[in-house]
């Protein structure tokens, strides 16, 4: 990165500083975003660390950084905010794998028995047909919590057959998947050991099944920076979307950390820039917002999520 890219960056930073002072507003930024965009950040987190900040902030406005489902969490969560998501265009392709119509026509396969836990990576209307949502952070937790000894999960298929692994109860699954992680090959996993032996092999629950088979740690985002920094291991080989890279580095400067592929990129979670937030404050834009009668069922889902205590 060249200074003067650098020094422009910093001035846009300095720009969104005060705008955000002005307007009451807070930055949110998921883990998979650009670096400059979590150095600014209020906070930088996992779905479900963001989802609670959401829910709790008193700032008038959120700008959130991250992806349409992401802000529109936020739009559920706290009504009475005003929620902006910098580019319209920062979709989920897995959360557009499942229609509230399809999961419908599911539910009534399935019968009134079976509870449909749905990830947060999906529309308002998808929470809107759903019992209860998870993140990667909290999945096992909320299959636990419920006394049905069958469950459905929704959208993502490789977060369904990792849960089944922690749980009596028998977990059916929609078969959704994230491009970014499902597409990663156990070869390439051998090819980042062969260049990092040693290595702590840590991946994201989203990767398919062979992966987690190979892998030491299993965690969200948020939990592998955790792990990174309490474990005693000083070299990781890290399977899941390179925005985690930037901070797993910066906050262990003694631990060496290889990104397992240089396809794991998440063009969605890459599109906003610096520019665009300071835009988005500058002109209060693009607002998100949930149709009333989608958006309090879907609040029910996401509330249920957030009342189960933190693991
Ligand atoms: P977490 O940060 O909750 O682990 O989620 C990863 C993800 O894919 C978000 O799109
Ligand atoms: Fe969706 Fe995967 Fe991108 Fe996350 S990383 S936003 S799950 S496509």
Redesign the pocket.
């Known amino acids: 990165m060249s200074s003067i890219v650098s020094d422009e960056i910093a001035e846009y930073q300095g720009k969104i500083r005060s705008l955000l002072k002005e307007r009451n507003a807070i930055l949110l930024a998921?883990?998979?975003q650009r670096d400059e965009i979590q150095e600014v950040a209020d906070i930088a987190?996992?779905?479900?660390e963001l989802s609670r900040k959401a829910a709790e902030t008193d700032a008038d406005v959120i700008v959130f950084c991250?992806?349409h489902f992401?802000a529109e969490s936020a739009a559920i969560l706290s009504p009475q905010k005003t929620v902006l998501l910098p580019r319209m265009e920062a979709g989920?392709p897995m959360a557009d794998m499942i229609t509230p119509e399809k999961l419908r026509r599911k539910r009534e396969e399935l019968g009134p028995d079976v509870p449909v836990v749905t990830y947060?990576?999906s529309s308002a209307a998808v929470k809107a047909e759903s019992d209860i949502c998870c993140?990667?952070?909290n999945a096992v937790a909320v299959v636990e919590s419920l006394s049905a000894d069958r469950v459905f999960m929704t959208p993502d298929q490789n977060l369904a057959k990792y849960v089944a692994r922690f749980t009596k109860k028998r977990v059916d699954y929609w078969k959704g998947f994230?491009p970014t992680?499902h597409l990663l090959k156990p070869s390439q996993v051998l090819a980042a050991r062969a260049a990092l032996p040693d290595a702590k092999v840590v991946a994201?629950p989203?990767c398919p099944p062979e992966i987690i088979d190979m892998a030491d740690h299993v965690t969200?985002?948020?939990?592998m920076y955790r792990y990174a920094t309490e474990s005693g291991a000083k070299r990781f080989i890290i399977a899941?979307?390179s925005g985690i890279m930037y901070r797993l580095r910066k906050e262990n400067p003694d631990k060496e950390f290889l990104h397992v592929s240089a396809d794991m990129i998440?063009p969605n979670?890459k599109v906003t820039s610096i520019e665009d937030v300071y835009d988005a404050l500058l002109e209060m834009k693009e607002v998100i917002t949930v149709p009333e009668d989608i958006r309090v069922r879907a609040k029910v889902t996401l509330e249920r999520m957030l009342a189960i205590p933190r693991g």
Not at 220 to 223: A, I, L
């Open positions: 998921h883990n998979y987190g996992d779905s479900l991250g992806v992401m989920c947060v990576n993140t990667s952070a994230c992680h994201h989203e969200s985002t948020s939990g899941t979307e998440c979670m």
